[in-house]
């Protein structure tokens, strides 16, 4: 999907994703700009920078999971961040710069897992090896350290082999050493401060400690995922991977800055909680979104080429309180639309990851069968609206609530249940959920 079109970019969103389309359009063609850009020769690719985007719409409506799902499609590093977490400055709290190193960290992973992929069937003929030799110990000459020589070892090692591929050995248990994660006592009085310079206490003073391992009795097959792993570790070139992750970091990274309308001055009258220097914050953001060099303890990282996405409701102030600079960092907007009650029957039936299907696979593990009728979906969708309107209007999360709350009965008699076909239809939605609709006390707390 790296070099796909912004036209099968969409259909891929329309998999998981109902309505939007004009947010999915602007950021499958900033997408498909970035494949654009790597094809261009000469100095005028380092002039072109992406054109970041600032979506408008009310909570649950699909924001997060639109940037997410596009990152996930492309193998792109992305981190998801809220602005209101940030601090100006000065400050005590995160700085702007650590959205910078979370991304690093990411990219990190990332490219990490594909070079385990590479080297994953080395490691596991290491990892064999290392077994069978745990199964199969070199003997010895009592009371000594010298070696003995067995002529029938190399047969012996070899049907264990083949034991060992068939699945003969699976409950047999072998001692392993294994490395202790458990972070240095001083981790844990690291400050924010040390985070915001790049510095990380463990990576600058863990050589002083000795790695402490722990011997451990484990089954074959588990000491085989373990030793494969660890090989898997030694044959991976670390700073082809930091070089690589740096890179796609800086050219293919995508920052998801959620609650932007939270750091403009004003507004949110009554809602209380700390107020400090929204627009300090946003002259701390500037800078990152622009172009600026940051600091990781894997290195520089040149943010001109990540792609900023920004969110927010904006349902107490506007687009045009952001500072005029920032503003015109984000060229552009799309507003997304409210859910309504036919987006919630498509939310609830159409998407491959839908909340039925969801709560089939899940109750299907205890062989109940959850059979979903269309006037019981469409009954649950009309309800879920219902309760948004009277109530905050929390969007599409409305549905995992009232779902959470249809189906409780059967999720916790579902082992015990004789009958283990459950119907919902319009009726079956009626008996569970119009109690609490009617009675307004439960239907606040509740739903």
Known sequence: MESATPRQLVAELDRYIVGQHAAKRAVSIALRNRWRRQQVTGPLKDEITPKNILMIGPTGCGKTEIARRLAKLVKAPFVKVEASKFTEVGYVGRDVESMIRDL????IKLVEAEYM???????????????????????????????????????????????????????????????????????????????QMGVNMKDAFGHLFPKKTKRRRVKVPE????????????????????????????????????????????????RGGPDVSREGVQRDLLPIVEGSTVNTKYGMVKTDHILFIAAGAFHMTKVNDLIPELQGRFPIRVELESLTQEDFVRILS??????????????????????????????????????NERNENIGARRLHTVMERLLDKVSFEGPDLENKVVVVNEAFVDDSLMGIIQDRRLENYIL
């Open 350 to 387: 159409e998407p491959e990851n839908s909340l039925v299907r969801q709560y089939q696979a899940l109750l299907a593990t205890e062989l109940v069968h959850l059979e979903f009728q269309p006037d019981g979906i469409r009954r649950l969708a009309a309800l879920a609206f219902e309760v």
């Open 223 to 270: 000491a085989l995922e373990i030793m494969a792993r660890e090989e898997g570790e030694r044959l991976i070139d670390r700073d082809a991977v930091t070089q690589e992750a740096l890179e796609r970091a800086q050219q293919h990274g995508i920052i998801f800055l959620d609650e932007i309308d939270k750091v403009v001055g004003g507004g949110r009258e009554g």
């Open 104 to 107: 690093v960290e990411v990219a």
């Open 117 to 195: 992929v590479r080297v994953e069937d080395r490691g596991r003929v290491a990892a064999e090896e290392r077994v069978l030799d745990r199964l199969l110990p070199e003997p010895t000459r009592a009371g000594y350290e010298e070696k003995v020589v067995d002529p029938n070892r190399a047969a012996t090692r070899e049907k264990l082999r083949k034991l060992l591929h068939e699945g003969h050995l699976d409950d047999r248990e072998i001692e392993i050493e294994q490395s202790e994660t458990k972070a240095p006592m001083f981790d844990m009085l690291q400050g924010a401060g040390l985070d």
